[in-house]
């Protein structure tokens, strides 16, 4: 029979013994997905031909980089 302090200890180890968060791919795939929406929007501007595309483009990708920099992170933080 295992007394309390045992099962403390045991906790404690199995505590330790779990990998590392997941915050740094957290972080990794949030990047990935920037990436991946700059790329997007900066192709959107390539291809627009007439200047309001272009900027209803550019407002968009400020607008997103708002949302994740100010409120997505500050959730997480």
Excluded: K, Y
Excluded at 11 to 27: I, K, L, M, V, Y
Excluded at 42 to 63: M, P, R, W, Y
Aim: charged share 20%.
């Amino acid at each position: 029979m295992c007394s309390d302090e045992d099962l403390e200890v045991e906790n404690e180890n199995a505590n330790h013994n779990q990998p590392p968060s997941t915050n740094h791919d957290f972080r990794i795939s949030d990047q990935v997905f920037m990436q991946h929406f700059r790329d997007r929007i900066a192709n959107q501007l390539l291809e627009s031909e007439d200047l309001l595309g272009a900027c209803i483009a550019a407002g968009v990708f400020a607008l997103m980089l708002w949302f994740f920099f100010f409120v997505f992170l500050d959730v997480l933080f």
